[in-house]
């Protein structure tokens, strides 16, 4: 990243994260960054775009620092249960990382935006050698392939792109209810 491209995207980060997507306007952030509001055009296509692009970075901060956290080895419903957990707990007083579930159309254009973000994201990577752990372990029933373990997680994606168009006060608990499900499904 060029210098003023970098400190447009740390005052991006900054603004963000202090005061939200709503209360930032690109004046702001330029300002923040110490260029004319004319530059940022020069990197970044709207206030959107910035937001996205800083997302994705918190995003993957807050996973690696999730996957740091955990114990790989520990039971597959213990630890698919403590990401979840995690992601909430470090989500939950990130302005940033709250649009997600706070604001439909940032949802959207992030979800739009990163259609490849999920296969690339080190949870999947993660997820990916755990599934490989759990048959090599033996806890996975029989009969079921990769594939379709993969599949029912992965649904849960989909869930969670789309997750402001589910009516419930208490998505935290709900997807903790698909992921019993699934692991009922998977688990021996």
């Given at each position: 990243m060029e210098p003023k491209q970098q400190r447009l995207f740390t005052a991006a980060h900054d603004l963000f994260i202090s005061q939200g997507f709503k209360h930032t306007s690109i004046a702001d952030i330029a300002q923040l960054a110490n260029v004319a509001v004319g530059t940022f055009y020069n990197f970044y296509d709207s206030k959107a775009d910035i937001f996205v692009q800083v997302y994705n970075h918190e995003n993957e901060q807050i996973k690696t620092e999730i996957m740091n956290r955990l114990d790989l080895n520990a039971q597959p419903a213990d630890l698919v249960h403590t990401v979840v957990e995690q992601i909430f707990q470090l989500s939950d007083g990130n302005q940033i990382l709250q649009e997600w579930f706070n604001n439909a159309?940032?949802?959207?254009?992030?979800?739009?935006?990163?259609?490849?973000?999920?296969?690339?994201?080190?949870?999947?990577?993660?997820?990916?050698?755990?599934?490989?752990?759990?048959?090599?372990r033996g806890l996975i029933k029989d009969g079921l392939t990769k594939d379709r373990i993969i599949s029912l997680f992965n649904a849960l994606t989909v869930v969670d792109f789309h997750q402001s168009e589910i009516q419930t006060d208490d998505y935290y608990q709900l997807l903790n209810d698909l992921i019993d499900g699934i692991l009922s499904v998977i688990l021996k």
């Open positions: 159309k940032l949802n959207a254009l992030i979800a739009q935006t990163n259609q490849n973000a999920v296969e690339e994201s080190l949870v999947y990577a993660t997820l990916m050698r755990l599934i490989d752990r759990w048959l090599e």
